[in-house]
């Protein structure tokens, strides 16, 4: 049972290039998350998914898209990176049972800009 | 603005001393609160969930506790050990768009020898 898992855990991209993040996870949730983490903040919520085929916005989806063909899957796509997308992604799922949930986090993508 | 505001922003204490961390939130309407705990390089990692009705919840040498009145939460950690080192991040769910968590900045602990 490997849970959440991303890919790829370190990567270095030039300005305007473009990329793609993979998140997987087999516990058949739902629920699928992307986040960002920068020093001294809190995890920002970039999209989201509440089901196969469906995605949303979140508190910062600027610069990013995503896809969830697949319900194990959620996708996160840089297009054009800029050096203010340095970042450490984190992919997270979730079941969802009323006010009782749980969250499962990947163990995180570091992703640097130059 | 929902904001989850935590203190310290860091802390290093001697292993075996007991510690505490602070955790004040404006999330409103408030659904629940959990406290993760964050290896360096690692995903986050659940410690304990509270909901409007407690007051204080323990695992193992981690207690957490509740007031919803003032909106404060504290973690508290008993007998620290080096394996405690880690970032500690309080998540609020709630808000007018019902089930997004807000996080806070973390607490950064380092447990020495």
């Known amino acids: 049972n490997a849970g959440v898992t991303q890919t790829p855990k370190f990567r270095v991209l030039k300005t305007g290039q473009s990329m793609t993040l993979l998140c997987a996870q087999d516990?058949?949730?739902?629920?699928m998350y992307w986040y960002r983490q920068d020093p001294g903040m809190g995890l920002r919520l970039i999209h989201y998914?509440?089901?196969?085929?469906?995605?949303a916005k979140g508190e910062v989806p600027d610069g990013y898209n995503v896809s969830r063909l697949k319900k194990q899957n959620f996708l996160l796509g840089l297009e054009s990176a800029a050096p203010s997308q340095t970042s450490v992604y984190f992919c997270a799922s979730s079941f969802w049972q009323g006010r009782n949930y749980g969250y499962t986090f990947g163990s995180g993508t570091r992703l640097t800009v130059v | 603005k929902n904001q989850v505001e935590q203190s310290p922003q860091s802390l290093i204490i001697l292993e075996g001393k007991n510690c505490t961390l602070q955790c004040n939130y404006t999330v409103s309407p408030f659904s629940n609160l959990r406290w993760y705990k964050q290896d360096t390089g690692r995903g986050p990692v659940s410690l304990t969930i509270m909901t409007f009705s407690e007051n204080t919840k323990s695992n193992g040498r981690y207690t957490a506790t509740l007031d919803a009145d003032t909106k404060q939460s504290s973690l508290h950690i008993t007998a620290s050990q080096l394996s405690d080192s880690a970032s500690y991040i309080c998540?609020?769910?709630?808000?007018?768009?019902?089930?997004?968590?807000?996080f806070g900045g973390g607490t950064r602990l380092m447990v020495k020898p």
């Open positions: 998914s509440v089901g196969e085929g469906t995605t």
């Open positions: 998540v609020v769910r709630g808000g007018n768009a019902g089930n997004m968590l807000t």
């Open positions: 516990m058949n949730h739902e629920y």
